[in-house]
């Protein structure tokens, strides 16, 4: 299975915290499974920590390559794919990730309910 990690998910397996459920721990500890980090989880990360609502520490690429994550650039076509999305979410990172899972055929690992709303894309909950 290919994975997509939103944000909290990743905020999550980096931080060991006990929100992520077992399925979706089990399936990003699969090595038989490919996780994806987008470069929106980056972005997003950057943004909150500059406001002062999140506190991580280093890097979002140290920690993507010490999980051995395989980062997702933002591409064009992934930005046409969001012009394509219903209008069920107004949060920008959230659509984006939507937007790369169904261009890239990624399962999108996620607890946003507000996310599962989309239809042609693959979610597992988090």
């Known amino acids: 299975m290919r994975l997509l990690l939103d944000t909290h998910v990743f ?3 980096w931080s060991d915290a006990a929100e992520l459920g077992a399925s979706a721990r089990a399936a990003i500890a699969d090595p038989a499974n490919e996780v994806f980090v987008s470069a929106v989880v980056a972005w997003e990360i950057v943004i909150k920590r500059a ?3 999140l506190g991580f520490e280093g890097t979002v690429a140290t920690a993507v390559a010490e999980e ?3 980062t997702l650039p933002v591409s064009v076509a992934h930005v046409d794919e969001v012009a394509r999305l219903p209008d069920h979410h ?3 990172f959230d659509r984006l990730l939507v937007a790369q899972a169904r261009v890239e055929s990624l399962t999108l690992v996620t607890s946003d309910p507000f996310v599962r709303r989309y239809e042609g894309v ?3 909950d988090a």
């Open 51 to 53: 406001l002062g609502k």
């Open 90 to 92: 107004r949060d920008p």
């Open 11 to 13: 905020l999550w397996w």
């Open 68 to 70: 051995g994550f395989t």
């Open 122 to 124: 693959a979610l597992l």
